[in-house]
């Protein structure tokens, strides 16, 4: 069982920075697939990113150039750098795990974080 928490959502202002992180516990970290899904008011859960244990990485094109995954197999930890927010940005990033590799599909991870919100100002 992997337990994962969120953090380092807030408000900012349009073309500013956030850095999210979410920290694992129990499970293997190092093997899992570790992606972020949004999921913006009145709308679904989406994929934005995700990486492999390996550190291969997949971004959705709506974030790339902008946002940009990296993971710490020693603290347990994967993090999403966003840059140049956006107001369209605002959702509740939601961290999730997976045995399977790059994949974007949500049904294909196990264990999800409780979400971080962002609120991207205009």
């Known amino acids: 069982q992997v337990q994962l928490v969120e953090s380092g959502g807030g408000l900012v202002q349009a073309g500013g920075s956030l850095r999210l992180s979410c920290a694992a516990s129990g499970g293997t970290f190092s093997s899992y697939t570790m992606g972020w899904f949004p999921q913006a008011p009145g709308k679904e859960r989406e994929f934005v990113v995700t990486i492999t244990w390996t550190g291969g990485d997949i971004y959705a094109d709506s974030v790339k150039g902008r946002f940009t995954i990296s993971r710490d197999n020693a603290k347990k930890t994967v993090y999403l750098q966003m840059n140049r927010l956006k107001p369209e940005d605002t959702a509740v990033y939601y961290c999730?795990?997976?045995?399977?590799?790059?994949?974007?599909?949500?049904?294909?991870?196990?264990?999800w974080g409780q979400g971080t919100q962002v609120t991207v100002s205009s």
């Open positions: 999730a795990a997976g045995p399977y590799i790059s994949t974007i599909r949500q049904d294909l991870y196990n264990y």
